[in-house]
């Protein structure tokens, strides 16, 4: 997972909450940094991302062989919803 602001600056202190579909929490964590690589048995996951008090969330099935590549992106608080790029 990558995470930045609309105007391309990478953010870190991000929450991010990983919960497998049967709503078991298989991640809680607060980033360092932008980026986060995590290995997740296959099945499918509800990702939750905060930043900037603005909250998103994806879907995701994870594959039993390659990868997933989830971008979250904020705009500025005052001017934007947070809404999400994939």
Avoid: H
């Avoid at 609309?6 to 202190?13: E, P, Q, W």
């Avoid at 919960?19 to 939750?48: C, D, H, N």
């Amino acid at each position: 997972m990558t995470f930045k602001s609309k105007a391309g600056n990478y953010l870190s202190g991000v929450d991010v909450t990983i919960t497998a579909k049967s709503g078991r929490p298989a991640l809680t964590v607060r980033t360092e940094g932008a980026f986060i690589f995590v290995q997740l048995p296959p099945r499918a996951y509800q990702i939750g991302a905060k930043a900037n008090q603005a909250g998103q969330t994806r879907q995701i099935v994870v594959p039993s062989r390659g990868v997933n590549e989830l971008r979250f992106s904020w705009g500025d608080a005052s001017t934007d919803s947070g809404a999400a790029n994939l």
